[in-house]
């Protein structure tokens, strides 16, 4: 099994979880879900996004099968605009590969953590170990509480004026 900083954080918490090791190239939430036989909607992503103005990174964690809603992210934060990393600026900002970004990689790093309020559907969900190659299931209390998250909606559809964009 893959020991990291991410499965000793959650090892020391006694947090319950249950780590998959998957192939280490760059995944897809519906490839993830099809490996690991579990429904998509319980496979969460984590998208970057930078506030217009300077302040704190943000870490949006939904389900695999949504898109971000950049304006609800916004609208939450109290923002006028928040925009998607690139996969490099996601990638610099937060020290992990694309594919391996995890909020619990990045508990004391400075992220604001943002929850689909789909994830209180579900006990458990799975997200990135915080490395290509290792997925992590657990309680969604338990991540909510590790990384100061906050629940939203996320990944509304809706018409008009806001900007939807590809996670």
């Known amino acids: 099994m893959i020991t990291n900083n991410v499965t000793r954080l959650l090892d020391s918490r006694h ?7 998957l192939p280490v190239e760059k995944l897809g939430a519906e490839e993830t879900a099809s490996l690991l036989g579990v429904p998509i909607s319980i496979v969460y992503k984590t998208i970057v996004a930078f506030r217009e103005k300077p302040g704190k990174p943000i870490l949006a964690v939904i389900p695999g099968n949504q898109e971000l809603n950049l304006k609800a992210v916004a ?9 998607l990393a690139t996969q490099r600026e996601a990638e610099q900002v937060t020290g992990l590969q694309a594919g391996g970004i995890s909020p619990l990689a990045l508990i004391h790093k400075g992220f604001t953590v943002l ?28 991540l909510a509480d590790l990384t100061h998250a906050r629940f939203a909606i996320l990944c509304q559809t809706v018409s008009g004026n ?3 964009e590809s996670c």
Do not use: C, M, W
């Open 15 to 21: 947090i319950p979880y249950t780590a998959f090791e």
């Open 75 to 83: 609208v939450v934060l109290n923002e006028k605009k928040v925009r």
């Open 115 to 142: 929850i689909d309020e789909s994830a209180h559907h579900h006990h458990q969900i799975h997200i990135s170990g915080g490395q290509r190659g290792l997925n992590i299931r657990l309680p969604v209390d338990d």
């Open 162 to 164: 806001y900007q939807q």
